[in-house]
């Protein structure tokens, strides 16, 4: 049997009734690592000693969450206690956190077993991992194109069948960017929804960790777990927790469907906006109406980001100084030249291009002319959801403006791989959910719906993705590795 094929809760489901163990579970998931993680590279580290130690004890003793003895992979940003966690970065490489992310607390409670950790583009900064400081991940569906990014090893790693489940952090698309280039489901929560303690900083008002899926059902029951309130995050939200379970009910009649005709214009291609377009007939047959808006707001979201984004990296990625922990150079003949050196020598180009951005944005004289500024559009974009959303239960477009890309096309040309995150961006921005989902193949390649909805109200968007998934069966099929 090819345990490594199945859902997380159809897993769940051969472990409760002992249709198979939890080690042997485990061994069957390696094997398929081993068969196909060197066409892949998803993982930084894999943790099989500990995940065969944890298994063997649930075999012991037996299950005692819904998704209890499932395993998980994790994206190198997460903190995990004894597990290295490098964020894909020379100047992490070797940082091993004395501590665990809430996420990973949560997930250990439930029994769930991770089995490595996952790359992503440098600090989370970029959209195809190809920014990794270690490796470039391929894209399951095509090795000579990118798999997304920033959580492109996540996606991958579900994609081809390396782990049931992922955890991947979204600042702005980097769940949903990739989850639509590897034809699986990945949701950014509500800003607060999944705490963030443990989560290594890029941008603290963007940055949200989420699920990464093969089906609507997988990532509603992950949400079940990972979405509490934390009082070591200041910006976790104190809100009642609904049993997204109950979200997953095939039932649009009467929906309202808004869509922008800002996502569905000139950058579009073709064959994208001919599958959204033909997802969104499937849900007027359904019984659900959708009607084009404008937010006229969105043709600022990406300068608007690209100021505010890189502003906070700055200031998060100043601790990276060579003095408490991570990379030190050893070129030093004073405390200025450690500095310098250990930067110099830490950080890829990316990384530095956005510091260098966020820093001038924030420097003397520019502070109100750029990031003040920014943070008004800001405003305005975070209405332009809300006013759209009181008339509307949901609001559609494509995740991506095209499939994905091939490896090495867009690394000379930062603004055009900034580009691919057009239709993303805006969400991070407003604090609301959005999840995508596969809604149709281009010459092969998976394309992602996105479906957003309003702040805190994740089950609307579970119950319309789940809809959808059940009336086309687009999420059923696998690349062929």
Same mark, same amino acid.
């Given at each position: 049997?090819?345990?490594?094929? $199945? ?34 590279? %998803? ?46 970065? !020379? ?8 501590? @665990? ?22 600090? %989370? ?11 470039? /991940? ?6 000579? #194109? ?10 991958? %790693? ?43 900083? *890029? ?9 990464? /899926? ?17 009082? #070591?995050?200041? +910006? ?16 649009? !009649? ?16 073709? @064959? /994208? !906006? ?5 997802? $969104?007939? +499937? ?13 006229? &707001?969105?043709?600022?979201?990406? &300068? ?5 984004? =890189? ?37 890829? =180009?990316?990384?530095? #291009?956005?510091?260098?951005?966020? +820093? ?12 003040? !500024?920014?943070?008004?559009? #800001?405003? $305005? ?42 239709? /993303?961006?805006?969400?991070? $921005?407003?604090?609301?959910? %959005? ?5 149709? *193949? ?19 968007? *579970?119950?319309?993705?789940? &809809? ?14």
């Amino acid at each position: 049997m090819s345990l490594h094929r $199945l859902t997380a809760h159809e897993l769940a489901e051969k472990l409760r009734s002992k249709e198979v163990g939890c080690v042997e579970l485990i061994n069957d998931l390696y094997s398929r690592i081993d068969a196909v993680e060197g066409k892949i590279s %998803a993982f930084n580290c894999l943790t099989k000693e500990t995940a065969l130690k944890k298994a063997k004890e649930l075999d012991d003793n037996g299950f005692n969450g819904e998704l209890s003895g499932v395993p998980i992979a994790l994206k190198d940003n997460i903190c995990t206690d004894g597990v290295e966690t490098t964020c894909s970065s !020379k100047i992490l490489k070797d940082f091993i956190p004395p501590y @665990n992310a809430t996420v990973v607390e949560l997930l250990q409670n439930e029994g769930m077993i991770p089995v490595g950790k996952t790359n992503l583009d440098e600090f %989370a900064m970029g959209s195809s991992t190809e920014n990794s400081a270690f490796k470039t /991940t391929k894209n399951p569906w095509d090795t000579q #194109r990118v798999p997304g990014g920033s959580s492109g090893g996540s996606a991958a %790693a579900v994609a081809a069948d390396e782990a049931p489940l992922a955890l991947g952090s979204d600042t702005g698309g980097s769940i949903r960017q990739p989850a639509s280039f590897c034809g699986v489901v990945g949701l950014k929560p509500t800003y607060g929804r999944v705490s963030r303690y443990g989560l290594i900083a *890029f941008a603290s008002s963007l940055d949200q960790i989420g699920p990464l /899926t093969k089906d609507v059902t997988d990532s509603a029951l992950l949400m079940n777990v990972i979405a509490k309130y934390d009082r #070591r995050d200041s +910006t976790s939200a104190d809100v009642k927790t609904p049993d997204y379970k109950k979200s997953l009910v095939k039932d649009v !009649k009467g929906l309202k469907i808004a869509v922008p005709k800002e996502l569905m214009g000139e950058g579009i291609e073709e @064959n /994208t !906006k001919k599958a959204v377009l033909e997802a $969104l007939k +499937t849900y007027e047959k359904m019984g659900a109406t959708f009607k084009e808006v404008s937010l006229p &707001s969105f043709k600022y979201a990406l &300068s608007t980001y690209y100021i505010i984004a =890189p502003a906070e990296a700055s200031s998060n990625l100043s601790r990276y100084d060579g003095v408490h922990y991570g990379h030190r150079s050893e070129k030093q003949n004073d405390l200025m030249d450690m500095y310098l050196n250990t930067r110099k020598e830490g950080f890829g =180009p990316e990384v530095k #291009r956005r510091i260098i951005i966020g +820093t001038y944005a924030l420097s003397s004289g520019y502070y109100d002319a750029y990031y003040l !500024k920014a943070q008004k559009v #800001r405003t $305005l974009i975070k209405q332009d959801f809300d006013d759209t959303l009181k008339d509307f239960d949901v609001i559609m477009s494509p995740t991506t403006p095209s499939p994905a890309f091939k490896i090495g096309e867009k690394v000379s040309d930062p603004l055009s791989m900034y580009l691919s995150d057009i239709a /993303t961006i805006p969400i991070n $921005l407003a604090g609301i959910p %959005a999840i995508s989902i596969p809604c149709g *193949f281009d010459n092969g390649l998976p394309v992602g719906l996105q479906i957003m909805g309003k702040a805190f109200d994740e089950e609307t968007l *579970f119950r319309v993705a789940f &809809s959808y998934e059940q009336e086309t069966k687009w999420n059923k099929r696998k690349p062929a590795l």
